[in-house]
T-cell receptor, first 112, second 113 residues
Framework: DAGITQSPRHKVTETGTPVTLRCHQT?????MYWYRQDPGHGLRLIHY???????DKGEVSDGYSVSRSKTEDFLLTLESATSSQTSVYFC???????????FGPGTRLLVL | AQSVTQPDIHITVSEGASLELRCNYS??????LFWYVQSPGQGLQLLLK??????LVQGIKGFEAEFKRSQSSFNLRKPSVHWSDAAEYFC???????????FGTGTQLKVEL
């Protein structure tokens, strides 16, 4: 398995509070991604990064921001969490073949 | 923009029976195609992928998939299903170059003993 960890694995928070999720990789891969998974929607891309300090928006980026100051870490921030952001969040990294993505274990977020 | 359709939300098969999960994609160029499997509470595991070349690709756990350009399909097959194959299966299309994946909504597989 690719060396990807996500923290925290579970989080409960209240509406309006900021939340930061961390993705950490030990593979030194250039590409990193954040997805959210919701029933009936599969996985949808939030943001992705193609290098340190290089990021771009995905399909469902509203309400989310990201940062990548080191190759190994990709942070996803919910500036002011809403109940609609209750979801399971997955980080992925691109493998040696850059088109192939490998996924972390996920973070389950509940916004009350 | 690319899109993926998995027409079957749920499928139930008996252990030992054959399996085919359907996937149709929409993309203007030659697609990169993937099948992932997700067990409950787990992340996604790559089963197999198609980039180019032989249209029949072999993956892990005895799975295979066939790329049919004329039908815009990439169906997943297994000749004999095991109870441990019960999981959710996702088809995805990518644009290559480390770029974004678009996923289908998934097919939940139940295996009856």
């Amino acid at each position: 398995d690719a060396g990807i960890t996500q923290s925290p694995r579970h989080k409960v928070t209240e509406t309006g509070t900021p939340v930061t999720l961390r993705c950490h990789q030990t593979e030194n891969h250039r590409y990193m991604y954040w997805y959210r998974q919701d029933p009936g929607h599969g996985l949808r891309l939030i943001h992705y990064s193609y290098g340190v300090k290089d990021t771009d928006k995905g399909e469902v980026s509203d309400g989310y921001s990201v940062s990548r100051s080191k190759t190994e870490d990709f942070l996803l921030t919910l500036e002011s969490a809403t109940s609609s952001q209750t979801s399971v969040y997955f980080c992925a990294i691109a493998g040696v073949e850059q088109e192939t993505q490998y996924f972390g274990p996920g973070t389950r977020l509940l916004v009350l | 923009a690319q899109s993926v359709t998995q027409p079957d939300i749920h499928i139930t098969v008996s252990e030992g029976a054959s399996l085919e999960l359907r996937c149709n994609y929409s993309y203007g160029a030659t697609p990169y195609l993937f099948w992932y499997v997700q067990s409950p509470g787990q992340g996604l595991q790559l089963l197999l992928k198609y980039f180019s070349g032989d249209t029949l690709v072999q993956g892990i756990k005895g799975f295979e998939a066939e790329f049919k350009r004329s039908q815009s399909s990439f169906n997943l097959r297994k000749p004999s299903v095991h109870w441990s194959d019960a999981a959710e299966y996702f088809c995805a299309v990518g644009t290559g170059g480390g770029n974004k994946l678009t996923f289908g909504t998934g097919t939940q597989l139940k295996v009856e003993l």
